[in-house]
């Protein structure tokens, strides 16, 4: 793969302890060093007006003052330092660029996956939240959606937390579908069957709400039943996805039980659905909090594009998660 890069977002400075801090990109860097056809590439960071695109002006000021005076707790878990606003910039500016190297052919082997932090799917238009001050995939799906090529984006965000923030943004909009599979009753708390969307975006949002302890098969059963026909129907340009890795068994803020392998399957599921669709694809880090298995997850994604065929489980969907997902199959119906 392609991996978007920058040491600026080394510098978003979250303090001693703080779960989203500067190791978990250098974790990745180290794992990803052993493997076969790794590519980093730079990128400008995104300009105000593709920021304040997806969030308001007054918000996007007050992140910079707030960083310029030095930044401190925007909330109870929300870290900003004076180097805040370059790396929100540059993990936003990342983002742009995976989605326009996709949108330019950038597939198999080459598909981009941009690596930047602050991560974003919290980010509301007005509010940072969550680790996140700019939801860099709405940037980069609102950035996509402003050039001519581009008419309907898909989002599938398998963090463990649900993406309050990006379904915000487009649940009025029938021009983005938001697609999660999260962890039930785990922050922020959003993210119910019953969320779908409103006025001309009715019917684009997908929430997929499991109890704790679900595993690699009822994603895959999630993922094959309920998003991929989803998207086949909503038939986007372009599929973003919002890679955060914290529902591995081994995450230390989540119970989710998906493994290593389990974000090679989700991979391999998807890239069919962009193979078989034309539908290019752009990953996008969020979440993830476990240094090791942070990156061993980069690695699966990458070694599924470089021809890897993930080692399937045997496993059946749990009772539990068949009912969830049934039963927003026959919602959608
Ligand atoms: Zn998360």
């Known amino acids: 793969m392609q991996f978007g890069y ?27 060093a ?79 996956f941009s690596l930047g932090r602050p991560p974003g799917h919290h980010a509301i238009e007005d509010d940072a939240m969550g680790f ?43 021009d983005v579908f938001y697609a999660s599979i999260h962890e039930d009753g785990l922050y922020p708390g959003t993210g119910e069957i019953d969320e779908t969307g409103t006025g001309s975006g009715a019917g684009s949002t997908l929430n997929v709400p499991f109890p704790a302890g679900a595993d690699d098969a009822d994603y895959e059963y999630a993922i094959t039943e309920a998003v991929v026909p989803a998207f086949e129907s909503f038939d986007p340009d372009l599929l973003i996805v919002s890679a955060g890795f914290d529902a591995h068994r081994h995450d230390p803020i989540s119970r989710m039980r998906v493994s290593t392998e389990g974000y090679a399957l989700f991979t391999q599921l998807l890239r069919r659905f962009g193979d078989r669709t034309s539908t290019p694809l752009a990953f996008v880090l969020e979440g993830g909090y476990g240094l090791e298995t942070l990156s061993d997850g980069v690695a699966a994604v990458h070694e599924t594009f470089d021809g890897r065929d993930p080692t399937v489980g045997e496993g059946e969907p749990s009772p539990d998660a068949k009912t969830i997902v049934d039963g927003l199959l026959e919602r959608i119906e």
């Open 6 to 32: 920058s040491e600026t977002c080394l510098d978003h400075d979250t303090g001693p302890r703080h779960p989203e801090n500067p190791d978990r990109l250098r974790a990745i860097r180290r794992r990803l």
């Open 34 to 112: 052993k493997r076969h056809g790794v590519v980093y590439r730079e990128a400008s960071p995104a300009d105000r007006e593709s920021v304040a695109a997806v969030h308001t002006p007054a918000y996007v000021d007050e992140v910079q003052e707030f960083a310029d005076r030095g930044g401190g707790n925007w909330d109870a878990d929300t870290v900003a330092s004076e180097a805040t606003w370059e790396a929100a910039l540059a993990s936003a500016g990342l983002a742009q660029w995976a989605v326009r190297e996709a949108m330019d052919g950038a597939n198999g082997r080459e598909t981009p």
């Open 132 to 174: 996140c001050f700019f939801n860099n995939a709405a940037i980069a799906a609102q950035t996509a959606l402003d050039s001519t090529s581009v008419e309907r984006v898909a989002i599938f965000d398998w963090d463990v937390h649900h993406g309050n923030g990006t379904q915000d943004l487009f649940y009025d909009r029938g």
